[in-house]
């Protein structure tokens, strides 16, 4: 079975937003609204904000979206089946003709990985770009990182990057503990 | 949904997919795929090149490509002002219209002052060579004045510091090397910033086991990422580098053996003058430990201590090598004097070195940031003398590293029958300077200005005071952008510029890497917009020199290749161009710049002494503080480097760029802002007794105390009142101008800061 996950490599993040401002292009994600953020260890936007105290400081940035999580917490509030998580790859699918806009996920989504349409409230979120895929192509995000900090991959594949990377650095999950089981690994700065 | 998805179908289908360039001045020239629909871009994306790794966009690039083309204030049509200068009334006018009365006045100015009276500046807004060339190409063409950009630029002290001593401006290995490094001592250099494109090499580098150093003023993202942060008070770095030089000293690490061979340290030194002592025959003289000889005929000259030499009238001078002459100024730079200057311990001067002269290939890699200050040629000097000492200029995978690629070679070494047309020249003044010589008309009078490529308004100093003094004095100001920039907004006529993606056809050498690429035109142009070539060729034909500006976009791109003035762009033909959208420009590899220790000095040798500046008493290398930051009144030093979403002022204003940094953001270190009474985000005012600007402020632990930083690229409309660039001041740098020019020392600005009172305070 295959499971597509995101590596992303916060060594190599510099927190410049391209792969959020490139989602937003690919998806038509309208203005002030995003499927990924890039935050700082503060969860505040990827400015210039140093931990610790001159000149021990320290600072990384990390671009968050739908964790597609394994146990989705999204997908078990959601009452009218919009989203789900698909069998064959497990991406976590929202399907917008079916979304009423109750905004049952937004409170269950540990992550903040959805937003809504200001007038109908429809949900939104990251697709993992599959229409990229299905065309043998990576997410957007991953397509225009300038410095290759994002993977992505099947998990389940011991032989796949993101596996491997997944093997030999230290890795972290967010929110690991809510038991949701999310496909984001990011590689620790 | 996704981008163009058509709402009956679902599906997503693109007319074509075009290879183009995205070339602002961050020096990347990515190579871009416009997929366009119906005549307009849908997105872009990465393109190919013919060597993997060199894939790569921005959000920069994304934003102005999916924004700025239609941006509500992209300028679409000729405008001729209407009223007063800078007061936002405009006509619309035809090209027709428009070129022939600035044609009439143009030649009305020449009539009158002489043809010199003309003139046209540009600057880096645009890497296509059609586009960067045209406005020196008419100005030589007409006869006209050339400002030069070069001081203007800021950056030209990497130029002058390399320049004397190494015989080129500048030289940097290809990067993609950089993971052959051990060891990468990064100054004032932050590429996480200003070149996301670059720092996967770095990273690459990191992962192979190299180690990172940065040294810089302020926890840059570069420094986040680096193994070590070295943070040294700002425009001090040449007395960082001195004190590891006289460590070096100290602790025998330097390569005395190459430095006997490849370097002037063995001339002896008048002490009369300063000069280097030399035969009749004008040959440098040395001592071999028995006699003093020619510098040519000595395979072993002594390069420490001093020599007795006998004159013919019986007088001996005592004659020291240029080492040891440098050397006694060197040991003033003890780790704990630097220490001082520096505000850093001394055990970082001392560990800096070692690992330095220690570790191989070390990679030296220079920014623009620590020489913008009056003094900052030395900067760069001295970044050249510690790689000499270390051995290792001209070593692969070391060298001492500014920014070298195509674009470099590719416009200095432009065909001299494209840039000055059928043998004719225009005249050239330091645009360093243009405030001034507009001003005063001196040294003649120039009454017409023409600027393209270039956001005057936001990136010139004082453009403030070039409304106030200079433009007064002109007859006409000409405009040439896609925006209402700060100085379309003060011109008398505003002409519209197309888009990189609606050029119909350039040359995009690349300014960091080693590939020549093809722009092609994705879209047609917005309104009725012309590019920079087009628009100077009707002004020719007008102006009766209509002949030297005939041949279309394609026949001046086969033109431009065909005579060129260095073989390797010669060998590129435009039929492989269109073909690949890339060609790699054959070059050795490893690149190795000076790898034949052939130096275009002088002596043939790395000039580590540099005679020609005896008098100006900087024969030897030495630190000079800014001239600023000493006046109790203004303490703090303003600093304005780039920041990672935007490339100058060419970004500022797109949508998705201000969703990122809605406003520019004074940092400062806690205790400076404490001792001001200034809390994390309030509104502040910057001041000098140039000029004042109101900013927030955000309170930064990355921040040396005794130092501002505000991002530059916003412009004077994103601030609630003035602009930095106003609180910055031009002294003439004699040094400089016998090099090149002066260059504008952007931040050898001394400022005080306060909080605003709470009636001005009040959004």
């Known amino acids: 079975m295959t499971r597509m996950a995101f590596v992303i490599d916060l060594k190599r993040c510099i927190g410049c937003d391209t792969c959020a401002v490139g989602c937003k292009m690919e998806n038509d994600v309208p203005a002030s609204r995003h499927r990924l953020k890039v935050l700082d260890p503060l969860n505040e936007p990827a400015l210039e904000r140093p931990t610790g105290a001159y000149p021990e400081l320290k600072q990384h940035w990390l671009p968050t979206m739908c964790h597609h999580c394994d146990d989705a917490p999204c997908v078990a509030v959601c009452p009218t089946r919009a989203l789900w998580k698909r069998d064959e790859d497990g991406i976590v699918v929202l399907d917008k003709d079916r979304c009423i806009g109750c905004r049952r996920c937004e409170e269950a989504c540990p992550y903040d990985a959805l937003s809504f349409d200001a007038v109908t409230g429809i949900a939104d979120k990251c697709s993992f770009c599959d229409h990229r895929l299905a065309e043998g192509k990576e997410p957007m995000c991953q397509a225009v990182c300038p410095t290759r900090a994002i993977h992505s991959g099947d998990i389940d594949d011991p032989e796949s990057a993101v596996s491997r990377l997944v093997a030999e650095r230290d890795t972290y999950r967010l929110g690991e503990s809510s038991g949701a089981g999310p496909q984001i690994h990011y590689l620790k700065p | 949904m996704i981008r163009g998805t058509d709402p009956v179908t679902g599906t997503v289908a693109v007319d074509r997919i075009v290879r183009t360039v995205c070339s602002p001045n961050c020096s990347g020239t990515c190579g871009v795929n416009a997929f366009v629909k119906d005549g307009r871009l849908l997105k872009i994306e990465p393109a190919s090149f013919p060597e993997p790794g060199w894939e790569r966009i921005c959000l920069k690039g994304i934003a102005m490509a999916m924004q700025r083309i239609e941006h509500p204030d992209r300028i679409r049509y000729p405008l001729r002002r209407v009223g007063p200068r800078g007061g936002g009334q405009w006509e619309r006018v035809s090209w027709e219209e428009a070129m022939g009365d600035i044609a009439q006045r143009l030649q009305a100015t020449a009539d009158k002052y002489g043809a010199r009276a003309n003139s046209w500046m540009t600057m880096s807004g645009n890497y296509g060579f059609k586009a960067t060339t045209s406005p020196h190409r008419i100005a030589n063409t007409l006869g006209g004045t050339i400002f030069t950009h070069d001081g203007m630029m800021g950056d030209l002290n990497c130029a002058i510091g390399f320049l004397p001593a190494l015989g080129a401006g500048f030289a940097c290995n290809d990067l993609a090397d950089l993971p052959h490094a051990r060891y990468i001592l990064i100054f004032g250099r932050n590429p996480a910033d200003t070149d996301h494109s670059e720092m996967r090499f770095l990273f690459d580098a990191m992962e192979a086991g190299a180690k990172v150093v940065v040294v810089d003023p302020r926890f840059s993202r570069t420094a986040a990422k680096a193994d070590e942060w070295v943070s040294p008070r700002p425009g001090t770095d040449a007395a960082l580098v001195l004190g590891m030089i006289q460590v070096m000293d100290e602790e025998c690490l330097i390569d005395e053996p190459y430095v006997i061979r490849h370097t002037n340290g063995p001339f002896l030194i008048d002490p009369r003058s300063g000069k280097v002592l030399r035969g009749e025959d004008g040959e440098p003289q040395v001592w071999d430990g028995a006699a003093v000889v020619a510098a040519s005929a000595c395979a072993e000259p002594v390069l420490r201590g001093r020599a007795q030499v006998a004159l013919a009238d019986g007088t001996v001078l005592d004659c020291p090598t240029a080492f040891e002459a440098m050397r006694s100024e060197w040991r003033r730079y003890t780790p704990s004097h630097v220490a001082e200057v520096c505000a850093l311990p001394a055990e970082t001067v001392i560990r800096l070195a070692r690992d330095y002269a220690g570790n191989s290939p070390a990679w030296l890699w220079c920014g623009a940031g620590p020489q913008r200050y009056h003094h900052g040629h030395l900067v760069h000097r001295a970044y050249v003398t510690l790689a000499a000492l270390a051995g290792n200029i001209g070593k692969p995978y070391a060298g001492v590293n500014t920014l070298d690629g195509a674009h470099m070679r590719f416009v200095f070494n432009a065909p001299e029958a494209w840039t000055a ?263 502040v005012e910057v001041w000098n007794d140039r000029g004042r600007f109101e900013v927030r402020a955000s309170l930064n632990e990355g921040v040396k105390p005794g130092m501002l930083v505000v991002p530059q690229g916003f412009w004077r409309k994103h601030f609630r009142r003035g602009h930095f660039a106003d609180l910055g001041r031009i002294e003439r740098n004699a040094v400089q101008e016998a090099v090149i020019e002066t260059n504008y020392p952007v931040w050898d600005v001394g400022v005080e800061v306060g909080p605003l009172a709470l009636e001005d305070a009040a959004p």
């Open chain 2, 421 to 683: 047309p059928g043998g004719r020249h225009g005249e050239h003044l330091p645009g360093v300077h243009l405030l001034e010589i507009l001003s005063k008309q001196e040294p003649y009078p120039v009454k017409s200005l023409w600027i393209a490529s270039y956001g005057m308004g936001t990136q010139s100093p004082s453009f403030d005071r070039f409304v106030e003094e200079a433009l007064p004095n002109l007859d006409l100001f000409v405009v040439t952008e896609q925006m209402m920039t700060g100085a379309a907004d003060h011109a008398d006529y505003v002409l519209p510029c197309v888009s990189y993606y609606e050029e119909p056809l350039d040359l995009v050498a690349g300014g960091e890497h080693w590939f020549l690429q093809l722009r092609q035109q994705a879209i047609p142009p917005v309104g009725e917009s012309r590019n920079d070539y087009a628009i100077f060729a009707d002004l020719a034909h007008r102006m009766g020199q209509g002949e030297h500006w005939s041949m279309d976009d394609e026949a001046a791109c086969r033109f431009i290749l065909e005579n060129h003035g260095d073989p390797a762009f010669r060998a590129i033909d435009l039929e492989t161009l269109r073909r690949q959208g890339a060609v790699r420009v054959q070059i050795p590899r490893p690149h190795v710049p000076f790898g034949d220790m052939v130096f275009r000095t002088p002596s043939g040798k790395i000039e580590l002494y540099q005679e020609q500046f005896a008098e100006a008493g900087e024969a030897v290398l030495m630190h000079k503080d800014p001239l600023e930051g000493r006046d109790p009144r203004y303490p703090l030093m303003l600093v304005s480097p780039k920041h990672v979403h935007s490339t100058h002022s060419q970004h500022t204003m797109l949508p998705w760029i201000r969703e990122h940094r809605p406003e520019p953001l004074l940092e400062m270190h806690p205790r400076d802002a404490a001792d001001r009474g200034i809390a994390d985000g309030v509104m």
